[in-house]
């Protein structure tokens, strides 16, 4: 059955393939930037004291929580734009889109691991005559983060997935790039397996760097 | 060096504090004892307003706690605190748990400060952990540089909370080994225990606390030896 498929065919549209991969690793990788940065600043301003700043947060991340991606995907990229008034492009639409969502779950992964560093560290650092910044930024902070790389590396591997999804809002990535071919090619199975081993590439290397860095950061 | 009048805390409506005087001069070495959940704790940190006052005034080092001016990191900078717990930061090596505040606080150069911090460890007799993490102490040792951390800011007074609570008995001596020391030094020391051998030789005074009150207090001898309250009579029979 195997042999009844062209697979050296697909050496042709490695290039098509590669320009899918490249959109697919830059939404990635810019989305979890700035998904990485929201995370820590709703995931902190949920535990604000401030009243204002925790309901803020609590808002943003139970409106992304509460919705699939994919009608993110088409909010941001459809009706955004009659809302202020400029047109998106559909790369700049999926970078937000990663980043928003992201953010809201990384919020609650950095929470998480906030709240799970013992009250007597933050008490420790105040009674030192640190404010409460520098102890965050000096005792919590540090400890959390250990704390907060594997379910990190989970998000990550989340929304490099949940990439494929804006193909729907036109993103050339690697599933749009897939489906071009496939429909003009014929060639569905070859296609699609060589998009899919593509995806298990780039999350394995990433289950790999992340293993890596919490076994250096344990000692 | 530290005035409370008629201090009172409440956690919600139970008051656990309730209406507390007492002054305790410089180098007064200041022991307090009495049962579990007497206030005990809530009192020592409501001195370097760990736990906000809810009525009454604290002064610290001329400083009125209860005034939203005053700075309470400064005031915290002259007021040493020691843990049952220890809380030492983990991630951070001894030396480094030592130097942190000085930096950051002090703002003093990384090398006066490993200097400083190098010569307390000498001090508490652990020059030779200093690159080692926490975990790695025993709870004996780890209590040592929990004070030598304390020390480092160079407060004018230090608060003892249970210091020795959580150890095994054989790691209690060290630890009070150093605390003695300090005392003979000249420090002033707030020390929450149940060491009564401790309150009984280091200590200038001793208060007996109950349901949130100071219900006696008195030079060592007079508690341990005469006490007067039927209350402070039934604790020591207990304990002792
Ligand atoms: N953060 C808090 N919130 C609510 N209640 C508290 C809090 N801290 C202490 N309490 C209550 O205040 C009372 C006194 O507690 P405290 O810890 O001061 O007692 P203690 O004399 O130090 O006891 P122990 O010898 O067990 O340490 C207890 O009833 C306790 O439940
Ligand atoms: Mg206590």
């Not at chain 1, 889109?97 to 007597?120: C, H, T």
């Not at chain 2, 004070?147 to 160079?154: D, F, K, N, P, V």
């Not at chain 2, 004018?156 to 008995?169: I, N």
């Given at each position: ?134 102890t965050m930024r000096y005792i919590i902070w540090p400890q959390a983060f250990k704390r907060m790389i594997p379910p990190l590396g989970n998000q990550f591997i989340i929304s490099i997935k949940d990439t494929s999804l804006l193909s729907v809002i036109l993103v050339p990535e690697l599933i ?44 | ?34 049962p579990s959940g007497s206030g005990k704790s809530t009192f020592l940190r409501c001195l370097n307003m760990l736990e906000p006052v809810t009525g009454g005034e604290v002064i610290v080092d001329g400083y009125n706690l209860n005034d939203p001016k005053t700075d309470i990191n400064m005031v ?114 707030f020390v929450v225990t149940h060491e009564m051998g401790f309150a009984r030789e280091v200590g200038d005074r001793v208060l007996f606390m109950d349901e949130g009150v100071i219900v006696e207090e008195g030079v060592p001898d007079q508690i341990f030896s005469n006490p007067q309250s039927e ?10």
């Amino acid at each position: 059955m195997i042999g009844r498929f062209n697979w050296a065919g697909v050496i042709d549209f490695l290039p098509q393939l590669m320009t899918g991969l490249y959109y697919t690793l830059l939404i990635s990788i810019v989305g979890l930037v700035i998904g990485f940065i929201l995370g820590g600043i709703f995931g902190l301003g949920r535990i604000a004291q401030s009243k204002v700043i925790s309901s803020i947060s609590v808002v943003y991340i139970e409106i992304i929580r509460g919705t699939p991606v994919l009608v993110q995907a088409i909010w941001i990229y459809y009706a955004l734009p009659l809302i202020i008034g400029t047109e998106l492009g559909s790369v700049t639409a999926g970078i937000i889109v990663i980043a928003l969502n992201s953010g809201a779950y990384i919020a609650e992964i950095v929470r998480g691991a906030v709240q799970s560093i013992d009250k007597g560290q933050m008490e420790a650092g105040r009674s030192l005559g640190l404010n409460h910044g520098q102890t965050m930024r000096y005792i919590i902070w540090p400890q959390a983060f250990k704390r907060m790389i594997p379910p990190l590396g989970n998000q990550f591997i989340i929304s490099i997935k949940d990439t494929s999804l804006l193909s729907v809002i036109l993103v050339p990535e690697l599933i749009f790039q897939g489906r071009l071919i496939a429909a003009n090619h014929f060639n569905a199975v070859e296609i699609y397996t060589t998009v899919a081993v593509f995806y298990l590439a780039i999350t394995l290397t990433l289950s790999f760097v992340l293993q890596r860095m919490e076994r250096r950061l344990e000692t | 060096m530290i005035t409370v009048k008629d201090l009172h805390k409440t956690f919600g409506d139970n008051e656990v504090l309730k209406g507390i005087d007492c002054e305790i001069e410089p180098s007064e070495v200041v022991c307090v004892i009495g049962p579990s959940g007497s206030g005990k704790s809530t009192f020592l940190r409501c001195l370097n307003m760990l736990e906000p006052v809810t009525g009454g005034e604290v002064i610290v080092d001329g400083y009125n706690l209860n005034d939203p001016k005053t700075d309470i990191n400064m005031v915290r900078t002259e007021v040493g605190m020691v843990f049952q717990q220890f809380n030492l930061f983990p991630h951070k090596k001894v030396i480094e748990n030592l130097m942190l505040a000085p930096q950051k606080v002090r703002k003093i150069s990384d090398d006066e400060a490993h200097e400083r911090c190098l010569k307390l460890l000498e001090k508490v007799g652990l020059a030779d952990k200093a690159d080692q993490y926490p975990q790695s102490l025993s709870g004996g040792q780890q209590q040592r540089v929990a004070i030598a951390r304390a020390l480092a800011m160079e407060p004018k007074m230090m608060l003892f909370d249970e210091p020795t609570s959580a150890l095994d008995p054989e790691l209690v001596g060290e630890v009070l080994e150093v605390m003695k020391q300090l005392a003979n030094e000249g420090m002033t020391m707030f020390v929450v225990t149940h060491e009564m051998g401790f309150a009984r030789e280091v200590g200038d005074r001793v208060l007996f606390m109950d349901e949130g009150v100071i219900v006696e207090e008195g030079v060592p001898d007079q508690i341990f030896s005469n006490p007067q309250s039927e209350r402070t009579k039934e604790f020591l029979n207990k304990i002792l």
